[in-house]
């Protein structure tokens, strides 16, 4: 049989039934919540929430598992006809998703046929095409993921981050994970002195041995401090009273060094650099992150060249970067130009440097754009 699921709606609205609380006074209430087991498919888990209108279903509606692809479809979005709502639950019938119907024609070069969705023995259980209750503007490399995603922001003692928008990538992504699949941590970091540095990382080694026992898909670090505005080089902390700086690569090996060990178990890792153009206009700083950057095996890192960078501008870049490339599983290399086309008022600001180490991630969808 086709087989499907369920996941809690991210929609604020809906039906309900009205109940009168009992407001103090002996009464007893309790709640019963249902969370589904997680669904797994030979190499695959199943997306969370359907991939044309990105909820989840309850009630009446579930989620139809594609047989070919981690994707799912929700019984509003595809009109099954009541004449066959129960053959598509039939025994050994499989589900192609709409995306995987149409990579499938382009791929084989076959002439365009109408999408039938459900099969039984490789022919299709519907007499008629199966309609779509949307249009659907995806690119056939797109799912709805919820795989693991751990969001650390190294952050310099005393640096102002009320507009940060890495926080708020964060926030963004939280309606995404029903199953606690991210977490978020903000570490302030103040290596000006040797002694500091030993502080760092012994703290780090703890907070890196809890995280350890999840297997990260995605790790994403934000550092945001200060640059010397001719060298280049980030600012590391205090020494006494006064603000310090080191060289990019040391600083990255200081920094990213108790997280090595989960940057390397991770498929993708990527780094975002919020701090001022100095560090990548002056061109020694520059060599020193690039190469820093791929010692560290980091997949990507993105950096800004204004002379007064403010990070508050790259929200939108932000946020196009967790929805296509976290989210939607498209590589960063063929994410980058929607990503700038979603922040185009970002290019007033600043350029925005891509430095890429890694080729889309095995097992990536094929990249085939949907009309």
């Given at each position: ?27 007893n209430s309790s709640a019963v919540g249902r969370q589904d087991a997680v669904e797994v498919c030979e190499g695959f888990r199943h997306n969370d929430y359907c991939i044309i209108c990105r909820d989840g279903s309850v009630d009446d509606d579930v989620l139809v598992l594609c047989d070919e692809c981690p994707r799912v479809v929700c019984t509003h979005c595809v009109m099954i006809p009541l004449a066959f709502a129960q053959a598509v639950l039939a025994p050994h019938v ?278």
């Amino acid at each position: 049989m086709a087989r499907t699921k369920q996941t809690v709606r991210k929609a604020t609205g809906g039906s309900a039934g009205r109940v009168k609380l009992l407001i103090g006074g002996d009464g007893n209430s309790s709640a019963v919540g249902r969370q589904d087991a997680v669904e797994v498919c030979e190499g695959f888990r199943h997306n969370d929430y359907c991939i044309i209108c990105r909820d989840g279903s309850v009630d009446d509606d579930v989620l139809v598992l594609c047989d070919e692809c981690p994707r799912v479809v929700c019984t509003h979005c595809v009109m099954i006809p009541l004449a066959f709502a129960q053959a598509v639950l039939a025994p050994h019938v499989t589900f192609r998703c709409i995306c995987c119907h149409i990579a499938g024609q382009r791929q084989g070069g076959n002439a365009l046929t109408p999408y039938l969705g459900f099969y039984r023995n490789n022919k299709p259980v519907l007499d008629s095409f199966l309609p779509i209750r949307a249009a659907l503007e995806i690119n056939v490399t797109s799912q709805l993921s919820s795989d693991t995603l751990l969001f650390v922001h190294l952050t310099l003692v005393d640096y102002d981050t009320n507009d940060s928008s890495f926080e708020l990538g964060h926030q963004f992504l939280l309606p995404y994970f029903p199953h606690a699949g991210m977490q978020y941590h903000k570490v302030t970091f103040d290596i000006g002195t040797a002694s500091k540095v030993k502080t760092y990382r012994n703290s780090m080694a703890a907070l890196v041995g809890k995280l350890s026992s999840t297997a990260w898909s995605h790790v994403v670090f934000g550092i945001s401090n200060h640059t010397d505005n001719s060298s280049g080089d980030p600012y590391v902390g205090y020494e006494r009273k006064t603000y310090v700086v080191t060289p990019v690569h040391d600083f990255l090996a200081i920094i990213l060094g108790p997280w090595q060990g989960l940057i390397n178990k991770a498929p993708e890792s990527f780094l975002w650099l919020f701090s001022c153009g100095a560090l990548v206009n002056n061109p020694a700083s520059f060599a020193n992150l690039h190469a820093s950057v791929a010692l560290h095996g980091i997949s990507a890192a993105m950096a800004f060249n204004a002379v007064h960078f403010q990070p508050s501008f790259s929200a939108h870049l932000l946020l196009a970067f967790c929805e296509l490339v976290l989210i939607q599983r498209v590589s960063i290399q063929q994410a980058f130009p929607d990503m700038l086309g979603q922040s185009y008022k970002l290019g007033r600001h600043s350029d925005i440097l891509l430095d890429s180490f890694s080729p889309p991630p095995l097992g990536q969808l094929p990249a085939t754009a949907v009309p």
